[in-house]
C-alpha cells in the first residue's frame, strides 16, 4: 500500500561537544524542528478503505536511523548529555536503556509491518498488536526517569515519551477503525490528555533542578566559563528536550489544544560569551553576569535587528565603546555607551547565521555578520586580537545581549541570540497567491509579479497649507557643481513646492536649489547661485491626477535631468552649470519665495544623493527599493511615524504647522493598477526575486503544472505545454506573457531560480542568467514590458 502524505515524523538528534569559542548544533536539529512544524499540519492518509495508517508505524526509520547499529544512535545522545552535564552513568543502567530501546525498535517493526505492509492484516489483528507494544512500551517508563541520572536522561526520556503518545495518538485518532468501544476510546482520550501534562511538567521539574542547583548568583563575579556551562546545558536541554515537549500538546490538536509547557528554557539560543572578558574576571571592568536563562527570556520573540550605531573611541586601538540598536518593529535599546565617533550598519532583513566579535585585551574591537545569501561579512569596528565565532546550524541571529551587569559604561561582554529561520522567516507550507499589477504604456501594458510582503508601517506624510517639514542644513548636501540627485514620492492636485533650499535674497552665499510643480502639471527645477540661475522644465505632466507619483531630478555632467515615474521627460533648459551650494534648511512642501505655491498632499521616501544616480536606482527608488546603506545616499526619510533620516547622517528633521501621517498604497495607486491573482508560488521569505521585464512571439503561453507533496503543493512554471516529469500533472494556464500580434525588438528569457531554505525549497524569478547562491533551474518563460497575461478566472 502507497500513503500520499506525511502524518508526522520523529527524528533522533545526535549531538556532537560544542567547542569553547564556537558553538556548533547539528544540522539534523534543523530537520527535527521542520518535521514536526510540517508534520502537525499534515492531514490523515489512507492505506486501505476506511482505514487510515497508524502513526508510529511511519516513523520507524527516522526513530531508528541506523539498522545496521541502531545502539549508536542512542549511544551519541548518552555521550554528549554526560559531557554537557559532567555526570555518567553506571554500566548497568547505560546497558539496560540501551536494551530497552533497540527491544522497542523491534516492537515498531512488528507494529509496522502489521498495520502497513501486510495487506491481509484485519482491524482485530492490528488492535492486539497495537495493545501489545502499548503495554510492553509503558512498563519500562520508570527507566527513563530513573533517579539519579534524570537530567542526564531526559533526552531519552523525551524519547520515550515521543514514543508512547505516538501510540496513544494513534488509538486516540483510530480507536473506531480499530473496534474499540466508545468507553476504550474515552479512556485513551483520558489517558493522552495527563500524559501529555504530566511528561511535560516531569521535563520542566528536570531541567529547573538542574538549572537551578548550579550555583550562580548576579553579584558575585565569575569567569566566562561559568556562564558558558550553563548556557551550554540551555541550549542542549532545548534542542534535546523543549523541541519535542513543545509540540507534545499538539499531538490531538482538536482534542487536546493544550497542554504542559516548559519553563525557564527559552527556544533562544545563545553563543558563548564573547567581547571585553577577563580569563580570570579579577579586574573592575569585568562584569556581574547574569544567569543565561534570564538573558534569554529577554530577547523578543518577533522583531529582528535592522540598524546598529556602534560609538567607537580610541585608546591605544580603536575600539566599540557602545552600540545603539535598532530594530524592524520601532525598538531599540543601547548598550554601553553612546559617546564616541559614529560608525552605522544597516542591516538587510536576510537572515544572518554567523557572527564574530574580535577583542584586544580588554576592549570589544568589531563585530562581524555573514548572511545568509553572502560569504563576505559586513561589520562594524576592526579586527583584534581575539576572535570568537558563532553559529548555530538551521538558526538565524535575532539579537546582540549584553550578559549582566555593567560595571563601566563600555561594552561588556556579549552574547549572540539565535533562533529557528524557519520561525523568523518562515517559508509557507502551503502557495500564496500572487498579486498581478499592470501599468500601460504606449505599446501594451507592463506586469508586475508580487507577493502580498509589503510592511504594514509604510506612511507618507500630509502637509497642509500652513505646515512643513525642515531639514536641517549639512555639508553633505553642500553639492557645489558636482552631480546630485533628489528624489521624491508625492500625491497632490494642486500646484505646490516639493523641496527647496535657495532663499528668496540675492547676492553671495544665498545660493540653493529648488523643485516646483506650476500649473497643468509642469516641473521645473532650478539651481540657484545667489547671481544667476540655472533651470530645466517640462511641458504639462499628469502629476496633478491625485495618484501618487515619483519624481527624481538629477545633475549629470554639469545637464540638468526630471523623472517620473522612472521614465526621464523631455526639458527645456537655459542658463549654464552653477553651484548648489545653500546655507539653508532644506524645506520640504515649502519654499522660502512667497509668490511661489505652497504644497499641499502627501509626501513619501526623500531621498538626497551626491551623484547622479542611474535610471535602475530612479526605478528602485520609485517601487520603494531602498536599504539606506547606498553608495551616494546622504539623505533618506521614509516618514514612516516619524522625521527620522534613515541614512548614514541621521540628520532628523523637524516639522512646522500640523503634519499628519497617512498610510501610504503607492502600489495601487503609482500609475499601477491591481489585476487580481496570477499564479500561486512558494514565498521567498526575504525578498522576492521576480522581473518579467522581456518574450519572444512564439513563447506566448506560460503553463502551470503541480507536484503534489506531504506539507503542499509545489508549482512549476512553463512555456513547454508538454512538460513531464514523475508525479507532475498539468495544471491549466499561469497566464499569456505576450500578444503574438504585437512585435518585439528586444527578448530576454526569464530565469527559474532554487535555493535550500529551512523546510523546504524557495523559488525566484529573474532575467539574471547567474544570481550568487542560487541554482539555475533554467528558463521559465520569455517576457516582455508589453506582456499581456490572460485575465483571472
Known amino acids: 500500500m502507497k500513503y500520499t502524505n506525511l502524518l508526522f515524523i520523529l527524528l533522533v538528534i545526535s549531538f556532537y561537544q560544542s567547542t569553547k569559542v564556537e558553538a556548533k548544533i547539528p544540522s539534523t536539529f534543523t530537520i527535527i524542528r521542520n518535521a514536526v512544524v510540517a508534520g502537525l499540519t499534515a492531514g490523515a492518509p489512507e492505506i486501505f478503505e476506511d482505514f487510515p495508517p497508524p502513526l508510529a508505524g511511519q516513523i520507524v526509520n527516522s526513530l531508528f536511523p541506523n539498522q545496521a547499529d541502531p545502539q549508536a544512535v542512542w549511544n551519541s545522545i548518552l555521550v554528549y548529555a554526560q559531557a554537557i552535564i559532567d555526570q555518567r552513568i553506571d554500566t548497568e543502567t547505560y546497558s539496560l536503556v540501551q536494551s530497552e530501546l533497540l527491544g522497542f525498535s523491534q516492537l515498531m517493526d512488528e507494529y509496522y509491518f502489521a498495520a502497513m505492509s501486510d495487506p491481509y492484516a484485519t482491524p482485530k489483528y492490528i488492535s492486539s498488536v497495537y495493545i501489545s507494544c502499548v503495554t510492553q512500551v509503558i512498563r519500562q517508563e520508570q527507566l527513563f526517569k530513573t533517579q539519579q541520572f534524570q537530567a542526564t536522561l531526559l533526552p531519552l526520556f523525551a524519547q520515550f515519551a515521543n514514543l508512547y503518545l505516538t501510540f496513544i495518538r494513534d488509538g486516540v485518532n483510530y480507536g473506531n477503525q480499530l473496534g474499540w468501544s466508545q468507553s476504550v476510546k474515552t479512556k485513551y482520550d483520558s489517558l493522552m490528555k495527563s500524559k501529555i501534562i504530566s511528561y511535560a511538567d516531569y521535563s520542566n521539574s528536570v531541567i529547573n533542578t538542574r538549572i537551578q542547583s548550579l550555583p550562580y548568583e548576579y553579584t558575585t563575579k565569575y569567569p566566562a566559563s561559568k556562564w558558558n556551562q550553563i548556557s551550554d546545558e540551555l541550549n542542549h536541554f532545548y534542542m534535546s528536550v523543549t523541541l519535542f515537549s513543545y509540540n507534545w500538546k499538539y499531538f490531538d490538536v482538536k482534542l487536546y489544544p493544550t497542554g504542559g509547557s516548559i519553563g525557564p528554557v527559552s527556544h533562544i539560543l545563545l553563543s558563548n560569551l564573547a567581547g571585553d572578558i ?474 527559474r531560480y532554487s535555493r535550500a531554505f529551512g523546510s523546504g525549497l524557495v523559488y525566484g524569478y529573474s532575467i539574471v542568467p547567474d544570481i550568487a547562491g542560487w541554482t539555475n533551474e533554467g528558463i521559465a518563460w520569455y517576457t516582455t514590458s508589453d506582456s499581456t497575461p490572460l485575465p483571472i478566472v
Open 278 to 751: 577577563n580569563g580570570d574576571c579579577q579586574y573592575s571592568y569585568c562584569i556581574k553576569l547574569n544567569r543565561p536563562e534570564t538573558v534569554a527570556s529577554q530577547v523578543s520573540t518577533t522583531r529582528m535587528m535592522s540598524k546598529i550605531t556602534a560609538y567607537i573611541i580610541n585608546v591605544n586601538i580603536k575600539v566599540i565603546n557602545g552600540l545603539f540598536i535598532e530594530y524592524n518593529d520601532g525598538s531599540s535599546k543601547v548598550i554601553g555607551d553612546i559617546s564616541g565617533t559614529q560608525q552605522i550598519l544597516v542591516l538587510r532583513q536576510v537572515p544572518i547565521v554567523a557572527v564574530t566579535i574580535y577583542t584586544n585585551t580588554r576592549y570589544t574591537c568589531g563585530i562581524f555578520f555573514t548572511f545568509y545569501d553572502s560569504t563576505t561579512p559586513v561589520s562594524i569596528g576592526q579586527v583584534g586580537d581575539k576572535k570568537y565565532d558563532s553559529s548555530y546550524p538551521g538558526q538565524c541571529v535575532v539579537d546582540i545581549v549584553e550578559t549582566g551587569l555593567r560595571q563601566t559604561n563600555s561594552v561588556g561582554a556579549l552574547a549572540i541570540a539565535y533562533d529557528d529561520i524557519d520561525f523568523r522567516f518562515p517559508v509557507s507550507l502551503s502557495p500564496i497567491a500572487v498579486s498581478q499589477y499592470y501599468y500601460q504604456e504606449p505599446n501594451g501594458f507592463r506586469y508586475l509579479y508580487n507577493l502580498p510582503n509589503k510592511p504594514s508601517t509604510d506612511f507618507a506624510i500630509n502637509i497642509g497649507p500652513t505646515s512643513q517639514v525642515n531639514i536641517p542644513n549639512l555639508s553633505a548636501y553642500d553639492f557645489g557643481t558636482i552631480d546630485f540627485s533628489a528624489t521624491s514620492l508625492v500625491q497632490t492636485t494642486v500646484p505646490g513646492t516639493i523641496m527647496s533650499n535657495k532663499p528668496d535674497l540675492a547676492g553671495n552665499n544665498n545660493g540653493g536649489w529648488r523643485i516646483v510643480i506650476n500649473t497643468s502639471g509642469v516641473i521645473v527645477f532650478i539651481i540657484d547661485n545667489g547671481l544667476n540661475s540655472y533651470r530645466t522644465i517640462t511641458s504639462s505632466t499628469q502629476i496633478l491626477d491625485g495618484n501618487w507619483h515619483h519624481i527624481a531630478v538629477v545633475r549629470r555632467s554639469g545637464s540638468l535631468e526630471i523623472w517620473l515615474d522612472a521614465v526621464k521627460l523631455t526639458t527645456t533648459s537655459s542658463g549654464s552649470n552653477l553651484s548648489a551650494k545653500s546655507t539653508k534648511a532644506l524645506l520640504i512642501g515649502a519654499n522660502y519665495y512667497p509668490n511661489e505655491p505652497h504644497f499641499v498632499g502627501a509626501i513619501d521616501d526623500v531621498t538626497l544623493w551626491n551623484v547622479a544616480i542611474s535610471q535602475t536606482q530612479i526605478s528602485n527608488l520609485k517601487n520603494k527599493n531602498i536599504v539606506g546603506n547606498e553608495p551616494g545616499l546622504v539623505g533618506y526619510y521614509p516618514f514612516d511615524n516619524n522625521l527620522n533620516d534613515k541614512s548614514s547622517n541621521l540628520n532628523i528633521g523637524s516639522s512646522t504647522g500640523t503634519v499628519n501621517y497617512v498610510p501610504s498604497t503607492l502600489i495601487s495607486n503609482m500609475g499601477w493598477v491591481f489585476g487580481g491573482y496570477s499564479f500561486k508560488a512558494f514565498q521567498v521569505p526575504w525578498s522576492v526575486i521576480i522581473d518579467p521585464t522581456t518574450v519572444v512571439v512564439d513563447r506566448p503561453i506560460v503553463y502551470r503544472f503541480k507536484f503534489t507533496q506531504s506539507n503542499a503543493d509545489r508549482f512549476y512554471y512553463t512555456t513547454d505545454s508538454s512538460f513531464t516529469s514523475s508525479g507532475w500533472v498539468y495544471d491549466g494556464v499561469a497566464f499569456q506573457v505576450y500578444g503574438s500580434n504585437i512585435k518585439i525588438t528586444s527578448t530576454k528569457p526569464v530565469y
